[in-house]
């Protein structure tokens, strides 16, 4: 089922970096492209989303980059902090149907 | 957003026995999901739950292993019937909620299911 890479698998931080995570993806139908983020034992929280229109959105600290010729986007954490430390998702969808996930990326980030 | 319930939180059953999980929404939705995790694994699409109708399935998960009911537009169930040890995984409900311009998913806090 896996349409969408995501890297790296693992990230550690020091508080007040900055946090990256990638993903590409291969359909080029998708049009939906958010970020979930995960903390032990929850469900997936909607964190921030894109579609193929804008190059770039900004919500407070969570930025993400799209770059649609080369089918990748990914996550940007501004000032990264302990309580940032969760499992991050990207996702594609085309029409809202068919949502595909990467693989995670678990985050860590040091005080 | 949409505030979603899952029942039971979680559960450990045993090995041929089978669970009904389910997911109760605050408000109608167009559209809702089940998934998988694996522990620490992503999410894996079971089905879509269409209303009044049967699910549409997704490869690899099949109608008589996984039944799914949706009455109406608030509210789902997912069985997992004849379960074995390797059914243990967090099952998600998952809603479209349609806000403004983009329509949104949105997840319920998961059953954590537990076969022995």
């Known amino acids: 089922q896996q349409q969408v890479k995501q890297s790296p698998q693992s990230l550690i931080v020091q508080k007040g970096g900055i946090s990256i995570i990638n993903c590409a993806y291969e359909n080029t139908a998708f049009d939906y492209f958010p970020w979930y983020q995960q903390f032990p034992g929850k469900g997936p929280a909607l964190l921030i989303a894109i579609r193929p229109d804008v190059s770039e959105k900004k919500e407070g600290r969570f930025t993400i980059s799209f770059n649609k010729s080369a089918k990748q986007f990914s996550l940007h954490i501004m000032d990264s902090q302990p309580g940032d430390s969760a499992t991050y998702f990207c996702a594609a969808s085309k029409n809202n149907n068919d949502m595909r996930f990467g693989a995670g990326t678990r985050l860590t980030v040091k005080p | 957003s949409a505030v979603i319930s899952q029942k039971p939180s979680r559960d450990i059953c045993q090995r041929g026995t089978s669970l009904t999980i389910q997911c109760q929404v605050d408000?109608?939705?167009?559209?809702m999901f089940w998934y998988r995790q694996q522990p620490g694994q992503s999410l894996t699409l079971i089905a879509t739950?269409?209303?009044?109708?049967?699910?549409?399935?997704e490869s690899g998960f099949v109608i008589d292993k996984f039944p799914i009911s949706r009455p109406n537009l608030t509210f789902s169930t997912l069985t997992v019937s004849n379960m074995s040890p390797e059914d243990s995984s967090i099952y998600l409900c998952s809603v479209v909620w349609a806000s403004g311009r983009a329509d949104e998913q949105y997840f319920g806090p998961g059953t954590r299911l537990t076969v022995t």
């Open positions: 408000s109608q939705v167009t559209m």
């Open positions: 739950a269409n209303q009044g109708s049967e699910a549409t399935y």
